[in-house]
């Protein structure tokens, strides 16, 4: 019989949940987790990772069609064979997942195949298939059961002409065209995979500008770009309905006052995504939900003594790396560790892997300004740099945002190629505190895209060299 008294127990075996777990077990504690379906959560199933597999195809699609760019003979362009190309990006996940295994074992955390449910004080009923697996008790609970994508009335999911997330990455043959609606980072990062592959694709955003989050320049900058590789946009506008055909869906939109139609072979459905709250248990609890997610103080504790939540459960940001050191904050603040640094979510990057990509921490300029600060701000655009141009991806920006009175680095925002591994060097210095005199005295690698970030400090305080 497995042990079923842990010091702690976690709910759910996504980033969130296995993280915070693995930290539980380096600190000493007896560790479960309870998981019901693929340890690694939506993040390595069927999120963050796989997406990454599909996007690395199509970017590699779009350069077999620029090839005498590069110095290639012209010749005819190998295609693709989309069933391939989904078992890579699959087998990519279950790598990972398997990793996840791997890592909870050596780490000795228990983990249990089924749904988990508070159940009184302090105790956790498992069940598999509705029978009854193990009854845990551990005097710390972590709720980490994550999200699901939000469904728009008249507009559900049907699997086949309508797909969220989990369908779009496993298509059965490739679409000719697409709607995408919501031009969040799910909604464009799919716009992008399949616009890369030679889908004819339309955005539909409700609101006024794509990627409605970042930076008013940068939307405004990758709009132009996706608009340039043949993807057609269309923000303020709402849709208002769908009709479906024998394999083709009819979609309604309303924008300025004018209504259109569009059919598209099929439709994705990226607006948003809702808390994992059901059927947890959370019921006579003092856990409190606002919406769908679970209110938390900055260390994930509830309202209930002894059950905290992280992660999607918690809500937004939505993010692998959110979920992961809230995990870890949360469990050090159970353990006693001092100075446990609470979350700051102004500190969460935020990436987008579209091409070209998007990536962001802190601070837009709008939002500077609404928080009353004095802006400085900073743009380099990549055609100044020398390594952006050797690489064939000229088109780029950087912008930086400074508190005028003090110097601090409030945000930086960035679109172009490698944006997302480049965006922690500004991550680092937001959590430094660093102000432009340490950016400035920074001494970045030539010839690299980094000093395009380099570029965006300087030009901020007027000392651009290469633009
Ligand atoms: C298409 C897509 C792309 C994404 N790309 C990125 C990206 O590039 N970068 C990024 O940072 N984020 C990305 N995300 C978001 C990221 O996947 C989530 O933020 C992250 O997975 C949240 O982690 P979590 O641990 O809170 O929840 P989850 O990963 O959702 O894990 C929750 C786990 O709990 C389990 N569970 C739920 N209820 C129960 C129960 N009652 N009993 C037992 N188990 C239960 C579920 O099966 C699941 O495994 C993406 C998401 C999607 C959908």
Known sequence: MPETKFDLIVLGGGPGGYVAAIRAAQLGM????????????????????????????????????????????????????????????????????????????????????????????????????????????????????????????????????IW???????????????????????????????????????????????LPVEDAEISAFAHKAFEKQGMKIITSAAVKGASKGADNVTVTIESGGKSQQITVDRVISAVGIVGNVENIGLEGTGVKVDRTHVVIDPYGRTGEPGVYAIGDLAGPPWLAHKASHEGVICVEAIA??????????????????????????????????????????????????GKAIAMGEPDGMVKTVFDAKTGELLGAHMVGAEVTEMIQGYTIARTLEATEAELMHTVFPHPTISETMHEAVLDAYKRAIHF
């Open 30 to 161: 007896k560790a479960a987790v309870v998981e019901r379906e693929h340890l690694g959560g939506i993040c390595l199933n069927w999120g963050c990772i796989p997406t990454k597999a599909l996007l690395r195809t199509s970017e590699i699609n779009h350069l077999l069609h620029h090839l005498p760019e590069f110095g290639f003979a012209a010749g005819p362009v190998p295609a693709f064979d989309l069933a391939a190309v989904v078992k890579r990006s699959r087998g990519v996940a279950k790598q990972l997942s398997s990793g996840v295994a791997h890592l909870l074992r050596k780490n000795k955390v228990t983990v249990f195949d089924g749904d988990g449910k508070l159940a009184g004080k302090h105790t956790l009923t498992v069940t598999k298939a509705g029978a009854p697996v193990a009854t845990l008790t551990a005097p710390h609970i972590i709720l980490a059961t994550g999200a699901r994508a939000r469904q728009l009335p008249g507009l559900e999911a049907d699997g086949k002409l």
């Open 164 to 210: 969220t997330y989990k369908e779009a990455m496993i298509p059965p043959a490739m679409p000719k065209s697409l709607l995408v609606i919501g031009s969040g980072a799910i909604g464009i990062e799919f716009a992008s995979f399949y616009c890369n592959m030679g889908v004819a694709v339309t955005v539909v955003e409700v609101l006024d500008r794509i």
């Open 336 to 385: 006693g560790l001092k100075d446990v640094h609470p979350m700051d979510v102004r500190n969460i990057p935020g990436c987008t892997y579209c091409r070209p990509q998007v990536a962001s921490v802190g601070l837009t300029e709008a939002r500077a300004k609404e928080g009353g600060y004095e802006v400085r701000v900073g743009r380099f655009p990549f055609i100044g740099n």
